[in-house]
Structure formats: C-alpha cells, structure tokens
C-alpha cells in the first residue's frame, strides 16, 4: 500500500520561506516522478511542481517560478518543496502526488497516489 505523508505546513508572514516534505512508502520511490499541487478554499486543486524520478528535470507553475524549488532525495523516499517569498495567495492545502511513471505530468489525472494534505496559511 502507497503512503504519502507530508509535513512542514503552517502559519507563517508574507516575506517568509517554509520547506514541505513528503515521505513516501510502498512502492520503489526513485522509479517514479513526484509532484506538488495546491488547493485554495473554493478553487480547483492546482499543478504547483513536479520533478522526475532522478530529480534531473523540474517544471514550475509560472506563479511559483524562482521562489519554489522541488528537489528529492531518494536515499530518504522523500519529497520536497522549498518555498520562498510567500504571498497571501499561496494560501492553501498543498498535496503531495506520485505519478504513474518516471515522467511528471501537469494534471491531477497524471497521478495516482496523493498525500493526505498539509494546511501552509501566509498572513499578508
């Protein structure tokens, strides 16, 4: 059974940075891509990051270009995503996704395992 489990969320200020983790179990974690998306209160969820199975290859959401990074570590089944500059409007539930394969996707039907969601809130 695939387990995603993501941590690092919280209640931070405009202007501040905060990493995401999300480790992963159940399957060979450095033969699959991972991704990050995002869900606001009445909105669709959103493709943030994604990076492929040797972490060689990364695609940004252009909202997030040059503040986020995605990075992984497959020695430690683990997923992450650096956040930098946060805005008011990074607000949202952010979610870890394993892909269907070694390549990333844009869209939520690209992947299919999903963490449980951890809560990131920016103060403006």
């Known amino acids: 059974q695939v387990q995603l489990v993501e941590s690092g969320g919280g209640l931070v200020q405009a202007g501040d940075s905060l990493r995401l983790s999300c480790a992963a179990s159940g399957r060979t974690f450095s033969n699959y891509a991972m991704g990050w998306f995002r869900q606001a209160p009445g909105k669709e969820r959103e493709f943030i990051a994604a990076?492929?199975?040797?972490?060689?290859?990364?695609r940004y959401e252009d909202s997030v270009k040059g503040r986020f990074t995605i990075s992984r570590d497959n020695a430690k089944n683990t997923v992450y995503l650096q956040m930098n500059s946060l805005k008011f409007e990074d607000t949202a539930v952010y979610y870890c996704?394993?892909?269907?394969?070694?390549?990333?996707?844009?869209?939520?039907?690209?992947?299919?395992?999903w963490g449980q969601g951890t809560q990131v809130t920016v103060s403006s």
């Open positions: 990076i492929n199975r040797n972490g060689g290859i990364t």
């Open positions: 996704a394993g892909a269907r394969g070694p390549g990333y996707g844009l869209s939520t039907v690209d992947y299919v395992h």
